[in-house]
């Protein structure tokens, strides 16, 4: 039998997918995307997401505030939200506190929950307390579609559909940016209700590792372009941009028609920058870097796994 460590994080979920669980008819997608689907009214469809975050792996103490470790906490499901083109609704927070913690220690990274699910128009609802070695905390969260049916999966690329991603890549641990990122929610809203978006999600383990999951999902390939990927200046080289992991960018396809609008619009201020990094190809292609000269080289699947490096 393999090991974890053999088969690696997206091996495991691989496996979790492909086991025969009786679908329940208010499922409209399960696992395999940044958030599940469910069944929800007119106004839309639900979005049902959960993300763990532990000490010492996606946090230090040392260096990360109670606040900022709260605020992240909720961040990363926020991400996920937007990721699917909807709007958070409310969440629940589980914790594992050691004993040894400190009372406004703990005080802090709630109002970090709070205040955080809160700005970007969430609410939290409930949750757990234990106690536990290291601090650990997991938050769930439920969110909506800008209409039924209007989620955005990871498997609609297209062939000849412009790749695009958020902002900047790279060095978010440097610079602290893997704990004060904005949750993409504002773009998101903004394509999916301009735009015909074929696919999307979001950055969280390096678009090295992420455009392998989209390109998978869609069942095609990628040409991405070396120039025009947009690495942090945090970043410490450009490989290092592509494996970093916790950009919690948004990388998403359009259909040419729709890349060249976006391309025309006029973005209102307040938004990160859309920046087109390549397009989308025939499977038999697979996915790879292309340089200005021509040359080309296969993009290695370099992301970050939880199992497989430490
Ligand atoms: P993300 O980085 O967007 O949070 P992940 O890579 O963690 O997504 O997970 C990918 C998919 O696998 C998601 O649909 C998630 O719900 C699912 N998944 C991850 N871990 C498990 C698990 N232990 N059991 C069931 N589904 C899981
Ligand atoms: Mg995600």
Redesign the pocket.
């Known amino acids: 039998m393999k090991s974890l460590q053999s088969l690696g994080?997206?091996g495991?979920?691989e496996l979790?997918?492909k086991r025969p669980i009786k679908k329940h008819p208010a499922v409209l997608l399960?696992?395999?995307?940044?958030?599940?689907v469910l069944k929800g009214d007119k106004e839309g469809d639900l979005l049902f997401?959960?993300?763990l975050l532990i000490e010492g792996k996606h946090f230090h103490l040392g260096e990360a505030t109670p606040f900022e470790i709260g605020r992240k906490a909720i961040a990363?499901?926020l991400?996920?939200i937007a990721?699917m083109g909807g709007r958070p609704l409310c969440a629940v927070a589980a914790v594992g506190l050691p004993a040894a913690l400190k009372l406004p220690f703990v005080l802090e990274l709630y109002r970090g929950i709070e205040r955080t699910a809160q700005k970007f128009g969430a609410c939290l609802v409930g949750g757990d307390t234990n106690q536990s070695d290291r601090l650990v905390i997991s938050v769930a969260m439920l969110g909506r579609t800008f209409g039924r049916g209007k989620a955005v999966r990871r498997s609609g690329a297209k062939k000849g559909d412009v790749l695009f991603v958020t902002g900047e890549l790279g060095g978010s641990y440097r610079s602290k940016k893997h704990l004060c990122f904005i949750p993409r929610l504002k773009e998101a809203e903004y394509l999916v209700k301009h735009f015909r978006v074929s696919a999307m999600?979001?950055l969280?383990?390096g678009l090295g590792s992420?455009l392998w999951?989209l390109t998978g999902e869609s069942r095609v390939g990628a040409f991405i372009s070396k120039e025009a990927v947009p690495v942090s200046r945090h970043a410490r080289s450009f490989s290092g941009a592509l494996r970093d992991g916790e950009d919690f960018e948004l990388l998403f396809s359009l259909p040419p028609q729709e890349a060249a609008r976006l391309a025309a619009a006029k973005i209102p201020k307040e938004m990160a920058v859309f920046r087109p990094i390549g397009k989308i190809v025939d499977k038999r292609f697979g996915v790879k870097l292309v340089r200005v000269e021509g040359r080309w080289e296969i993009l290695p699947e370099t992301g970050f796994d939880h199992f497989k490096r430490k």
């Open positions: 994080e997206f495991l979920i979790f997918r399960g696992i395999g995307d940044d958030a599940a997401t959960t993300d990363v499901n991400s996920d990721a999600m979001d969280s383990d992420d999951r």
